[in-house]
Structure formats: structure tokens, C-alpha cells
């Protein structure tokens, strides 16, 4: 090989090593940027935020240099409030006393527009974003509020026919929907049914299947929500007079079938008693019958013989003697 040939594969070397330290340096620039541009002063940054139904939120927006203008929108497009930082002049829009502007500091080192909204209800949840304009262009920082509603529990026992009894737990009208289950959880069978209302509320009712033969513990209904600080519990006892009332409704029912089944099993005999009866009867009269219809036919012949013999003799006196 050749100082020539040499050089031409150090150069092709040399090249493809220079692309890829450019692709890197690429990447770490990029990767810069996007630090710089987040850390640098006044970029918002969003935040999530969640809170029970009649509670007090509050959101602040600070943001640090020039600033022309800030404003609160709802959801996106609804403008709640704007302020000119040339004029300080601030224009509340929302004609809504729970919404108000707290503190509005604008045209300083730090501008500043809190939002308040209390007492916070349900049609309150949605996306609050505050808007940002300076030199540089608009910013905008986005807080998404959650809502929650702790569901109203109840609970209540069915007793069936069939010696079972249903508990029957639910939570009704909670945001999110409230998760049931029940402990312990072998006793028979559950069902969950789930209602989703036009107010973004849901009712979450689960029905437990037990038999009463079974229930030889106590049953708990465990309900769990973000508004509950851990869970709550509702508890059937064993002797609870719900249990009560239906094992004496089983024995009831018992005593029920019993006696019925005794009262038809004495129909029954009954009508076979009856039959037997009549079948007798029957075969009785049918056998008197034939005896009394031979009895006088015999009564007959007899009484009719000494006639006939008369009429015989009457009859032989009047015929002509022969001649000899």
C-alpha cells in the first residue's frame, strides 16, 4: 500500500468521525435550548390542581420581566379578567361573585394576577389559563382543576323468598366514581352497576347475594373515594335484626311450605277415601240390583203357572171328542 492510498482512507476516516460528532453536537444543542427556554425568567409552567366541591382554590400567576398585558380564560376561550400593565387598568369580565381576582400587580420587577374562585362547584371544573403578553410574545400558564364530589353512601338489606338476603351498598352521586367492594367476599355472589349522570357525577350501587345459611360473620361494605381520607366502612353484624328478620322469614316460609304440604297430602287421601267409597257403593247397588231382578222373575213364573194350567184345562174341555 502507498502513502497515497493511505491518505485517501485517513481523510474518509477522519470525515465520517466529523458527522458524527456533528450529530452530536447537534443533539446537545438542541437539548440546551429546550433548558434554556425552560428555565429562563417568567416561562410558565402548568399544574395540575384538585379540590373538593365547596372548598376554596386559588391560582397564582407571577411572572418576572416587561409585561403589556395579563388575562385569565376558562376553558379556553372564555376571558375572565385582563389588565393593562401601560394603564394599569384592570377589566373584570365574569359577572360571577364566587370569581374573583385576588391581587392584580402589573408594569413591576414582579407582575403578579391571583384567581380566586370559593365557594368552587362543580361546573367549575375545567382548564384555567393565565395569559402572558410582553415583548417576546404571549405565554400562557394552564392550570387544569379537578373537582370532586364524595359520594353519599347508603346502605340497605332486601330479604328474599329463597332463604337469601341482598345487601345492597351505594355510593351515589361521587366524582370520580367511588370503587365498592365487600369483605368477606366468599359468602355469594355481587354485582356492580355504574350510572354516569349529565353533570359528570356517577353512582356506583353493588348488590351483595347471600344466603342466610351461609352468614356466619360479619359482612362489611368497604368504599373507597379520593374525598375520603382512607376508606369507610359499613358493617351488617351477626346479630343484626335485618339477619333476624329474614332467618324468621325463612322459617316462616318453612313452617308455611310444611303446612301445606300436610294439607294437600290430606286432600289427597281425602279423595281417595271418597272413590274407594263410591266404588263400593257402586259395586253394592249394581250387585242388589241383579239379586232383586232375579228374585222376581222367579215370583213371576211362579204365580203364573196355576192359570196357565187352568187355561190348559178350559181349552182341552171344549175340544170335540174324536170318534172311535
Known amino acids: 500500500m502507498n502513502f497515497l492510498e493511505i491518505g485517501l482512507h485517513s481523510r474518509k476516516a477522519i470525515s465520517v468521525e466529523m458527522k458524527s460528532v456533528q450529530k452530536r453536537l447537534h443533539i446537545v444543542l438542541l437539548l440546551l435550548a429546550v433548558f434554556i427556554a425552560l428555565a429562563r425568567p417568567g416561562y410558565p409552567i402548568a399544574e395540575k390542581v384538585s379540590?373538593?366541591?365547596?372548598?376554596?382554590?386559588?391560582?397564582?400567576?407571577?411572572?418576572?420581566?416587561?409585561?403589556?398585558?395579563?388575562?385569565?380564560?376558562?376553558?379556553?376561550?372564555?376571558?375572565?379578567?385582563?389588565i393593562r400593565c401601560d394603564s394599569n387598568k384592570m377589566v373584570l369580565i365574569s359577572n360571577n361573585s364566587r370569581i374573583i381576582i385576588q391581587s392584580a400587580t402589573c408594569n413591576t420587577s414582579k407582575n403578579e394576577m391571583n384567581l380566586q374562585i370559593e365557594p368552587v362547584q362543580l361546573a367549575d371544573d375545567g382548564n384555567y389559563t393565565c395569559e402572558i403578553l410582553d415583548q417576546r410574545g404571549v405565554h400562557r400558564l394552564t392550570f387544569s382543576l379537578a373537582v370532586t364530589v364524595p359520594p353519599d353512601i347508603s346502605f340497605s338489606i332486601e330479604n328474599k323468598l329463597d332463604d337469601t338476603m341482598v345487601a345492597i351498598c351505594t355510593a351515589s352521586n361521587g366524582k370520580p366514581a367511588a370503587e365498592i367492594t365487600w369483605y368477606p367476599n366468599n359468602l355469594g355472589n355481587f354485582s356492580i352497576d355504574i350510572t354516569h349522570h349529565s353533570n359528570r357525577t356517577t353512582t356506583v350501587r353493588s348488590k351483595y347475594h347471600i344466603s342466610v345459611h351461609q352468614f356466619s360473620e360479619e359482612i362489611s361494605c368497604i368504599v373507597?373515594?379520593?374525598?375520603?381520607?382512607?376508606?369507610?366502612?359499613?358493617?351488617?353484624?351477626?346479630?343484626?335484626?335485618?339477619?333476624?328478620?329474614?332467618?324468621?322469614?325463612?322459617?316462616?316460609?318453612?313452617n308455611l311450605y310444611l303446612i301445606a304440604g300436610v294439607l294437600a297430602a290430606f286432600l289427597c287421601l281425602l279423595a281417595v277415601v271418597h272413590f274407594t267409597v263410591r266404588y263400593f257403593n257402586l259395586h253394592i247397588e249394581t250387585a242388589f240390583r241383579n239379586c232383586c231382578a232375579s228374585r222376581s222373575s222367579q215370583d213371576i213364573s211362579q204365580s203364573n203357572g196355576p192359570f196357565i194350567q187352568m187355561e190348559n184345562f178350559i181349552y182341552d174341555s171344549f175340544q170335540p171328542q174324536k170318534l172311535r
Do not use: E
Open 51 to 82: 379540590t373538593l366541591l365547596g372548598n376554596k382554590v386559588l391560582f397564582s400567576c407571577l411572572f418576572n420581566g416587561n409585561v403589556t398585558k395579563m388575562s385569565w380564560m376558562f376553558n379556553p376561550i372564555l376571558q375572565i379578567a385582563a
Open 224 to 254: 373507597s373515594h379520593p374525598a375520603f381520607n382512607g376508606t369507610k366502612n359499613y358493617t351488617i353484624p351477626r346479630n343484626s335484626p335485618a339477619l333476624h328478620d329474614s332467618q324468621s322469614t325463612a322459617k316462616i316460609l318453612f
